[in-house]
C-alpha cells in the first residue's frame, strides 16, 4: 500500500516475553484482539511466536501505532517489552493483514541458519526483520490475510 504524503506513517518492531505459558488459546486472544482493533485503526503487521516470547511488527498513522505499543507495554500478558525498530516508512510490508502470526520453533530452519542460538533481544532490529521477512516469504504465516 502506497501511503499518502501527508499522512505521517511508521513501522513498529518490539519483542515481549511471555508472562506465563504460550498457550493456543493466549496467542488466540492476541491475535483476535489485535485484528478487530487494528482493523478498526488502520494498524497493519505480523506477531510472530518465539519460544516464550513474542515478536511483533505494527505498521500505521503514527499516533495511533504509538498509542497501542504504550498499551501492549502494560498488557499483563507480556513483560520485558523492548523496542527493536522504528521508522517513518512510505509504503508497509504487512498491508493485506490486520494481523497475521508466525510462529517460531527452536527447530525452525531459518531460525537455526541464521541465529544458531536465536535470541530476539540479542539480535539488531535489522536481523529480526530480516528473519520475518524470509519465515513469511518462506510461507510460513500460519494466519492467512484478514479483510
Known amino acids: 500500500m502506497k501511503i499518502p ?8 518492531l518490539y519483542v515481549s516475553r511471555s508472562n506465563g505459558p504460550q498457550t493456543t488459546t493466549v496467542t488466540s486472544s492476541i491475535l483476535m484482539q489485535a ?5 478498526a485503526q488502520g494498524i497493519t503487521g505480523v506477531l510472530c511466536q518465539g ?4 515478536l511483533q511488527v505494527l505498521e500505521g498513522e503514527r499516533s495511533r ?7 501492549i507495554c502494560g498488557d499483563a500478558r507480556h513483560k ?9 516508512i512510505s509504503e508497509r510490508l504487512y498491508d493485506p493483514w490486520s494481523m497475521a502470526l508466525v510462529r517460531l520453533s527452536a527447530q525452525d530452519p531459518m531460525v537455526k541458519v541464521g541465529h544458531p542460538e536465536f535470541d530476539p533481544y540479542a539480535a539488531s532490529g535489522d536481523q529480526v526483520m530480516h528473519l520475518l521477512s ?14
Open 5 to 12: 504524503s501527508h499522512a505521517v506513517q511508521v513501522r513498529l
Open 35 to 39: 485484528q478487530a482493533h487494528n482493523r
Open 51 to 54: 519460544q516464550g516470547y513474542f
Open 65 to 71: 501505532v504509538n498509542a497501542l505499543y504504550q498499551r
Open 80 to 88: 520485558d517489552v523492548e523496542l527493536l525498530r522504528y521508522e517513518d
Open 134 to 147: 524470509a519465515l513469511i516469504a518462506s510461507s510460513q504465516v500460519i494466519q492467512a490475510p484478514t479483510p
